[in-house]
């Protein structure tokens, strides 16, 4: 049963940094693009993040400097350390593929306090 079981959420203050991770049971991850996303409230979820097999990362520009994804084909974890954070960034963070084909995990609650 493929599943995604994000974690690292939490409250931190506005410049603090949070880093998630995401642990995905999926055959043959090392080959799949990844990414994260987020959604808050009455929102349609967004894309944050991806990363191809090959390493290469790409991101949507609301957190391009501030956020960097990485992968570990090892232990099919994908992760998400993100630095300067801002109340914007208040989300509920999920990992999928990129585009987005595997049932959604919980998510990890991001809380960021001005």
């Known amino acids: 049963q493929v599943m995604l079981v994000e974690s690292g959420g939490g409250l931190v203050q506005a410049g603090g940094s949070l880093n998630l991770s995401c642990s995905a049971s999926?055959?043959?991850?090392?080959?799949?693009?990844m990414g994260w996303y987020r959604q808050t409230p009455g929102n349609q979820r967004q894309f944050v993040a991806r990363i191809l097999n090959n390493g290469f990362a790409e991101y949507a520009d609301f957190v391009k400097g501030r956020f960097t994804i990485s992968r570990d084909n090892s232990k099919n974890v994908v992760s998400l350390q993100m630095n300067m954070l801002q109340p914007d960034d208040s989300a509920v963070y999920y990992c999928n593929e990129v585009p987005a084909e595997i049932m959604w995990g919980q998510g990890t609650q991001v809380t960021v306090s001005s």
């Open positions: 999926i055959s043959g991850f090392r080959f799949h693009t």
